[in-house]
């Protein structure tokens, strides 16, 4: 999400459309007759970079009326480190949603993306609608409701998961009446795709390559259904399901969680100076009491609900893992642990995308049921998964149904996933490997994690990546690649 956890996806005059079943309307996909062209100079302060170029584009608030209101997308671009290489454009995103991309292209050079890829491409960021540079949203979030990030308080009975609806019910009135409230119906996965394709156009591209990770793969698999003739090739990376971030994807954290806690509790217990216990099973008892423990006496402002917020959240990478041991030792022995950053906008725009994006259930005993259900299920932290949130109040109406993602299409996704990744389980990633068919393979990394490439350890899984991304080629069937030293 750069890639944060919870706690806190026509040159000229073209306008060839392909329309699906569920899919959103022509009109609302048709790019306009004669795209701007965007104008190039310095990158504002947090996107600042000696590889990045920033440009704004004005595209339609509400494409079913595309003369209407406009609002403005900040681009940035990192050339391509060898123009008689370059191939086209390659769009970036790094999750959320609610992350901003601008500074994204620098972020993945930083990060090891290989000079081949580089050469390539020129890399294209952006910031989401509603998002950092991009019309920003809000929901007017107070201190204490920034702390709290995006999971529930863990429900230990329905009377939780009924008291914290009054809570959702605020915050998504507060979305409503904020001063950006007019942004609520149109600030989607589908808009963002279509604002995608108004900037592939604005470069003067036929086609635009794409990478994406977390939710940006959602984005990825929403253009390719959306526009099948104008993507180039597609990698999707950290995969949710096809139904992006809906109801019962936020339940599948609790799964995640419970995928990827093991390999922390293995760390734990193979270094016994952080006292957490000698065995995996007495670090999950400590997790279980730590929380218990931190729901009847928080220490510093830090309840059970951020410990487990906090923990699910440095469970993304490998190298937080001592970090967390050592919050965890703080805690136990009663030491305060700052609670982890948020940003009002960010979680206003996440919430401004899952809410908007799918239905979610109006009815409070819908949500007693499914947290009923995850505590047994999930118990690290379905209490929370499945417990009640904002999205159950959502005051509009969905101008659009989901995008429909199916194996109609060109056969150029490639999907790349860690088997034991907290944030976007594996078994999404196979429901929508499963939906794109044809259109698809995916690579799968015996590692923990979120976010596989260019991050992660997996030489197997990367080459692959790299090799698709340079000439095109995927491997011959899905491919299982398999644990690699981590030193």
Not at 65 to 80: K, L, T
Not at 106 to 118: E, F, H, R, T, Y
Not at 307 to 325: H, I, K, N, Q, S
Not at 424 to 432: C, H, K, R, S
């Amino acid at each position: 999400m750069y890639r944060r956890a919870l706690s806190l996806a026509l040159v000229g005059t073209a306008v060839a459309v392909v329309v699906h079943p569920g899919t959103p309307t022509a009109t609302a996909n048709t790019a306009a007759a004669a795209p701007p062209s965007l104008s190039w100079g310095p990158c504002p302060k947090e996107a600042e970079s000696p590889l990045l170029d920033c440009a704004t584009l004005d595209v339609p608030l509400d494409y079913r009326h595309p003369d209407g209101r406009q609002i403005e997308i900040a681009v940035s671009r990192m050339a391509s480190r060898d123009p008689a290489k370059r191939r086209g454009v390659l769009f970036t995103n790094p999750g959320g949603p609610g992350a901003a991309g601008l500074g994204y292209p620098a972020a993945l050079a930083a990060a090891g993306l290989p000079k081949d890829v580089l050469d390539s491409y020129d890399v294209i960021g952006f910031d989401p609608r509603g998002v950092g540079r991009s019309t920003p949203v809000t929901c007017d979030l107070t201190p204490w409701q920034q702390q709290r990030g995006s999971f529930p308080p863990y429900a230990h009975t329905a009377a939780d998961v009924a008291r914290e609806a009054e809570n959702a019910r605020a915050v998504a009135r507060q979305c409503a009446d904020s001063g950006t409230g007019w942004m609520l119906p149109h600030t989607t996965t589908a808009n963002t795709a279509r604002d995608m394709d108004r900037i592939r156009a604005a470069l003067g591209e036929p086609r635009a390559s794409y990478f994406g990770t977390s939710y940006g793969s959602y984005l990825g698999a929403a253009y390719a259904a959306m526009f099948p003739g104008r993507g180039d090739r597609i990698l999707l990376d950290s995969n949710l399901g096809p139904g992006g971030y809906d109801l019962e994807a936020f339940r599948l954290l609790g799964r995640g969680m419970e995928d990827r806690f093991p390999d922390f509790a293995e760390f734990a217990a193979a270094h016994p100076q952080y006292g957490l216990g000698t065995t995996p099973e007495q670090v999950t008892a400590k997790f279980h009491e730590l929380a218990d423990r931190l729901d009847a006496q928080p220490v510093g402002g830090m309840d059970g609900t951020l410990f487990r917020g906090m923990t699910f959240d440095r469970l993304y990478f490998e190298v937080l893992m001592p970090v967390l041991a050592e919050a965890w030792q703080a805690l136990d022995h009663g030491r305060p642990v700052p609670p982890p950053p948020a940003s009002e906008n960010l979680l206003a725009a996440r919430l401004h995308v899952i809410c908007g994006d799918s239905r979610w259930p109006a009815e409070v005993e819908v949500y007693q049921r499914n947290a009923a259900t995850d505590r047994v299920r999930y118990p690290l932290v379905g209490g929370s998964t499945g417990s009640i949130g904002p999205c159950a109040f959502w005051p509009h109406e969905r101008p659009e149904p989901p995008v429909h993602i199916d194996d109609r299409g060109p056969s150029n996704i490639l999907m790349v996933q860690n088997e034991r990744d907290p944030g976007t389980p594996l078994v999404g990633a196979q429901e929508l490997r499963q939906a794109l068919g044809r259109r698809a393979g995916l690579v799968t990394a015996d590692q923990g994690g979120h976010g596989v490439y260019p991050f992660g350890r997996n030489t197997c899984v990367n080459d692959a990546a790299t090799v698709f991304l340079t000439t095109g080629r995927r491997p011959a069937g899905d491919l299982a690649c398999g644990a690699e030293p981590t030193t």
